[in-house]
């Protein structure tokens, strides 16, 4: 994330960003089981079956 390139994951991959603590304040989607996980580390979980953030802030 600090070198500020295009990151992509699927599916529950956000589990791992989750746990690096790297979602606080940006836009994602996945599974939605994984909604809750990605609000609460600060993420914005959006409804969308594809979602690029450019760039990546």
Do not use: N
């Amino acid at each position: 994330m600090e070198a500020r390139k295009p990151v992509a994951s699927i599916c529950h991959g956000l589990e791992i960003l989750v746990a690096a603590g790297v979602l606080q304040g940006k836009k994602c989607t996945g599974y939605p089981g994984i909604k809750a996980r990605v609000v609460s580390s600060g993420g914005m979980f959006v409804e969308e079956d594809i979602h690029m953030c450019t760039p990546w802030r």
